[in-house]
């Protein structure tokens, strides 16, 4: 019997003739070529079909079947024998021909549509969730981006941004008489009694000195004690009348 890639079409041959480059037979005893099928392909005469590789295609009605075609920008194909390529899904892009699998878009840019062959940025104040995202959206509670295409950043110490903010292509800095020791946060803390905030965008309060007090939180200033009073200590929030053996006779002072 002749074999595959090999055929003799006449009775009584004494020699199987070998089938052109894009065709083969479909049996070992064959006795007539064919054109290869979907997914496959022969570039040399007289040899069976072989699979398209992996990153190529071959449709059935295809013509020229001594080779393959690259798969698109956009597409791609991992599995061998294919007859046609798969798009790209969204969140994912193809930059060249021939690929086996898209590339994910970085975080702070997306692709929407599927057989991207480009990821875009996420305008500032924007970000996706993960790598390989579809969407953009709004940076959360505690953060910020001020460029488009990057991922979000923590507010700053002494900054702070609430999630249901719509600017966020910056953090607020903290009231006078609040703080935030730590980077991306929603809200700021209010100074302990004892403590004052005289700026904005503070990291820590400021202790009231001795002589003064603030007896309630998120204060701005210390107040002065009466004469005759005083703090234990410097962050006090109460006055206390000055011990045995001392005196005070100016208001504010130890």
Same mark, same amino acid.
């Given at each position: 019997k002749c074999d595959i890639g090999k055929v003799s079409e006449e009775p009584n041959s004494t020699v199987c003739l070998d089938c052109k480059a894009g065709q083969s037979s479909d049996t070992k005893g064959s006795a007539k070529c064919t054109l290869c099928g979907a997914g496959k392909y022969s570039?040399?005469?007289g040899e069976d079909c072989k699979d398209c590789m992996k990153g190529q295609?071959?449709?059935?009605?295809?013509?020229?079947? !001594? /080779? *393959?075609?690259a798969c698109g920008k956009g597409f791609y194909q991992k599995t061998l024998g294919q007859a046609s390529c798969l798009p790209c899904l969204p969140g994912e892009f193809g930059n060249e021909t021939g690929m086996q699998s898209c590339h994910k878009c970085d975080i702070g840019k997306v692709s929407k549509e599927p057989n991207a062959t480009i990821c875009l940025d996420c305008k500032a104040g924007q970000s996706s969730d993960t790598k390989g995202s579809a969407k953009c959206t709004l940076c959360g509670a505690g953060k910020y981006s001020d460029v488009k295409g990057e991922d979000c950043k923590d507010c700053q110490q002494g900054r702070y941004r609430v999630g249901d903010d719509v600017e966020a !292509? /910056? *953090?607020?800095?903290?009231a006078k008489g609040f703080y935030q020791i730590t980077a991306g946060q929603a809200s700021c803390l209010?100074?302990?009694?004892?403590?004052?905030?005289?700026?904005?965008?503070?990291?820590?309060c400021h202790k009231c000195d001795v002589g003064k007090v603030s007896e309630k939180p998120n204060a701005t200033v210390c107040v002065d004690c009466?004469?005759?009073?005083?703090?234990?200590?410097?962050?006090?929030?109460?006055?206390?009348l000055c011990g045995a053996g001392k005196y005070s006779d100016v208001k504010g002072e130890e």
């Open positions: 570039n040399v005469k295609y071959r449709v059935g009605d295809d013509p020229d079947a !001594t /080779s *393959c075609k !292509t /910056s *953090c607020r800095p903290c209010p100074c302990l009694p004892g403590e004052f905030g005289n700026e904005t965008g503070m990291r820590s009466m004469a005759g009073q005083s703090s234990d200590t410097k962050g006090s929030a109460k006055c206390t």
